[in-house]
């Protein structure tokens, strides 16, 4: 399931949160790492990604094999714009610099040049690629018991996952993302009524994590100001 947006200076672009193309992000554990700091929840030390040069890390780091090291922390807001910026590069082919902005030499200087739209605009854009690609839309939990946060997101897993069981070919499998997935699994898996009535979230519950996801948003912008 792709997702269309329509930017500021009326360009439209398509983004294809693939499994293919958010494995273009970084390693399974960069993976998760973008997703946390998209959702304005870490500020990280370093990262290597092949979009690294997107941020805004000391210049004297340009240019290495692997990515780069980040010689400071950033608040959660540009944090999450630099990673946001990485997923929209990820899930499209098109040139989108003109939208969030990048890096140029004025002279002898390397300079970043923002975009035609705000960071939150991309932040909140990403937000919804990463839920086509990440999450999906389950109907159902596959267990009622609690987890601890997941520190890496293995794409190539779904995609073997969805090979031995959905009928599809390897190419097939890569271009599916978590979305069609979950929808594709759901249909040949379908749970029985106790399991959907067992896993269920109720208002109440769905509320409550609003309330606590907003708390931690709003703190982690006040303590990065």
Known sequence: MSVTATFSNDRQIE????????????SPEEIVDIYVACHYGRVWDKMNSPY???????????????????????DALKCAYRAASIVLNSCTD????????????????????????SPEDVIVLSQKILQEGIQGHPKFKTTSSKKSA????NCAEYVHSA?????VSLSEAWDLCMTDFVSLMESKFPPTKDEENKNSMTTSDYEMKKKEFAAI?????????
């Open 52 to 74: 690294a040069a997107q941020m805004d890390y000391h210049t004297s780091l340009f240019g290495k094999d692997n990515g780069v090291a980040c010689l400071i922390k950033y």
């Open 217 to 225: 948003r709003e703190r982690a912008l006040k303590g990065n100001k």
């Open 163 to 167: 090979v031995g069981h959905l009928n």
């Open 94 to 117: 098109d040139d989108i610099s003109d939208i969030i902005g990048g890096y140029e030499m004025d002279g002898a200087n390397l300079k970043y040049r923002h975009g035609t739209n």
């Open 150 to 153: 997941t520190p890496s997101f």
């Open 15 to 26: 983004f294809n949160p693939s499994f293919r193309n958010i494995s273009e992000i970084g």
